[in-house]
């Protein structure tokens, strides 16, 4: 399971003596990308069925969330302010994982890199349930690695990921990552001449019982069209 103890219990709403600052229901909703996750870790035993149902809820969150932050370190930073100050007016509570703010010495202590540490694997996470689909359904590394388009996007020290080595290091993001991931879809199925339909059906239907370490869907696949 994804996590470690209970959540503090707060009173939702906001109070009424507290002084207006930005946060509204779609921030509390996106709280959600900070405390246990549901289906996650993906494993080996893992479904595909239930690893496509945490991309659509990624997609749900993530999505917005990145253009709550303008697609920006300073945004997930300024963000992030405001949660806390949520959580010290009690407006939301304090999840048991990721640790948040931790306690030294009887002095509690905000932990700021625990959202980036979290936001990283989230994106991270997404990302890998994507490229898996993708190559379950027969698409090849060359077309996959122009699914999210091949220019880059801004450098964002705040998303990290473990190289093969084990050191953090800033994940090579493309420019339309986080666009929803049908929009992208639709885009990508543009190269095999107006098969989107299809791709889409392929993309979000496998097989039943398929399992996250099978490395195709031998009834999804996509296969060339005949041409006269």
Same mark, same amino acid.
């Given at each position: 399971?994804?996590f470690?103890?209970?959540? %503090?219990?707060? %009173?939702?709403?906001i109070?009424?003596?507290?002084?207006?600052?930005?946060w509204?229901e %779609?921030?509390?909703?996106? $709280?959600m990308?900070? @405390? *246990?996750?549901?289906?996650?870790?993906? /494993?080996?035993g $893992?479904t595909?069925?239930?690893?496509?149902? $945490?991309?659509?809820?990624?997609? /749900?969150?993530? =999505?917005?969330? *990145?253009?709550?932050?303008?697609?920006?370190?300073d945004?997930?930073? &300024?963000?992030?302010?405001?949660?806390?100050? &949520? =959580?010290?007016?009690?407006?939301?509570?304090?999840?048991g994982?990721?640790?948040l703010?931790?306690?030294?010495?009887?002095?509690?202590?905000?932990?700021?890199?625990?959202?980036?540490n @979290?936001y990283?694997?989230?994106?991270?996470?997404? @990302?890998?349930?994507? #490229?898996?689909?993708l190559?379950?359904?027969?698409?090849?590394?060359?077309?996959r690695?122009?699914?999210f388009?091949?220019?880059? %996007?801004?450098?964002?020290?705040?998303?990290?990921a473990?190289?093969?080595?084990?050191?953090?290091?800033?994940?090579?993001?493309r420019?339309?990552?986080w666009?929803? =991931?049908? =929009?992208?879809? @639709?885009?990508?199925?543009?190269?095999?001449?107006?098969?989107?339909?299809e791709?889409a059906?392929?993309?979000w239907?496998?097989?039943p019982?398929?399992?996250? *370490? #099978? &490395?195709t869907?031998e009834?999804?696949?996509?296969?060339?069209?005949? $041409?006269?």
């Amino acid at each position: 399971m994804d996590f470690i103890k209970q959540e %503090e219990v707060h %009173e939702p709403g906001i109070p009424s003596n507290v002084p207006p600052f930005p946060w509204d229901e %779609e921030d509390t909703r996106f $709280t959600m990308l900070f @405390r *246990e996750f549901g289906g996650l870790p993906i /494993e080996t035993g $893992t479904t595909v069925d239930i690893a496509l149902r $945490t991309l659509r809820r990624f997609d /749900e969150l993530i =999505v917005p969330f *990145e253009r709550k932050i303008n697609h920006s370190d300073d945004g997930l930073s &300024a963000w992030r302010e405001n949660h806390k100050k &949520a =959580v010290d007016l009690n407006i939301v509570g304090l999840p048991g994982y990721p640790q948040l703010r931790t306690c030294h010495r009887g002095i509690p202590t905000w932990n700021d890199k625990a959202w980036e540490n @979290r936001y990283s694997y989230l994106v991270e996470q997404r @990302r890998k349930i994507i #490229d898996k689909r993708l190559t379950q359904i027969g698409i090849k590394k060359p077309a996959r690695e122009r699914f999210f388009r091949q220019e880059p %996007e801004q450098p964002r020290r705040a998303i990290l990921a473990h190289d093969s080595s084990g050191r953090l290091r800033s994940i090579k993001l493309r420019c339309d990552w986080w666009q929803p =991931v049908d =929009v992208l879809l @639709r885009r990508f199925a543009r190269q095999f001449h107006g098969r989107s339909d299809e791709i889409a059906y392929k993309f979000w239907n496998p097989s039943p019982g398929l399992l996250w *370490e #099978d &490395a195709t869907d031998e009834l999804r696949i996509l296969k060339p069209r005949r $041409t006269s």
